[in-house]
């Protein structure tokens, strides 16, 4: 299992910049699909970018931040990233990382994770 903890959150203007940060412990050791999810309430959770960490690592975006966010990872301090930038209204949400051993990250915008963070609001106004 592992353990997924999001900070970085808070409130910004629209087009403006938020970096979430996401700490994950417990068995990192294998591979795995590292993802970003947010969610509104009464909305279904959205997948928003993903990274495998295994060979052939690639990164995966949903349309809506494509070419708007970057997801990263640091290997030694084992935490993942998510650079929010032209933010927009539309944003505003809880943001989730997610953590699955999905072989290059297969399917990852469904959502069927089995490791999640608490979670950490990002609020865009303007």
């Known amino acids: 299992a592992v353990d997924l903890v999001e900070s970085g959150g808070g409130s910004v203007q629209a087009g403006g910049s938020l970096k979430l940060s996401c700490e994950l412990s417990?068995?990192?050791?294998?591979?795995?699909?590292l993802a970003w999810f947010r969610q509104v309430p009464g909305k279904e959770r959205e997948g928003v970018a993903a990274?495998?960490?295994?060979?052939?690592?690639?990164?995966y975006y949903s349309d809506s931040v494509k070419g708007r966010f970057t997801i990263s990872r640091d290997n030694a301090r084992n935490t993942l990233f998510l650079q929010m930038n032209s933010l927009e209204p539309a944003d505003t949400a809880m943001y989730y990382c997610?953590?699955?051993?999905?072989?290059?990250?297969?399917?990852?915008?469904?959502?069927?994770?089995?490791?999640w963070g608490p979670g950490t609001q990002v609020t865009v106004s303007g």
């Open positions: 417990g068995n990192t050791a294998n591979p795995y699909c």
């Open positions: 990274i495998y960490t295994g060979r052939n690592s690639g990164t």
């Open positions: 997610a953590a699955d051993p999905k072989y290059l990250c297969s399917g990852w915008n469904r959502g069927d994770f089995g490791n």
